[in-house]
């Protein structure tokens, strides 16, 4: 099971994760104006979802502290596949898990007994890659 942890806005790097209202997203770009007459130094973070896809972006003053998700990712054995719901074995615990189907954008062709990669964040599960 995965959490969260907070770190300040300054900290926050391209490529990394934050969570803003339950939901992980992925730091696309991240812009800083200058501390002025009015006020302190601010960010603008642009954001992906990293279930959905969709983006938004977060403005925020850089001292302030934000949430960021801790991810578990790993390696799992497909076993079977019932409707959308992808059932497998993780490869180190081996334990079984039900993932959803990825959409047909993400082209990837999910196969029993095929190896595909896993993510989790905020406790939602996602497939990343196909082996």
């Not at 190896?115 to 082996?131: G, K, N, P, Y």
Request: charged share 25%; aromatic share 4%; proline share 5%.
């Amino acid at each position: 099971m995965s959490g969260t942890t907070r770190a300040e806005v300054r900290t926050l790097k391209v490529g990394r994760y934050v969570a803003i209202d339950e939901k992980a997203y992925k730091i696309l770009s991240i812009s800083t104006s200058k501390p002025g007459k009015h006020g302190g130094a601010k960010a603008r973070i642009d954001l992906v979802d990293i279930f959905t896809g969709q983006k938004r972006s977060h403005v925020a003053p850089v001292t302030d502290s934000i949430t960021v998700p801790l991810l578990e990712k790993g390696s799992a054995i497909v076993t079977h596949i019932e409707g959308e719901e992808v059932h497998a074995m993780d490869t180190k615990s081996n334990e079984m898990m039900i993932l959803p189907m990825p959409s047909e954008e993400e082209g990837m062709t999910i196969n029993p007994g095929g190896e595909i990669q896993w993510m989790e964040a905020l406790d939602r599960f996602s497939i990343t890659r196909d082996h």
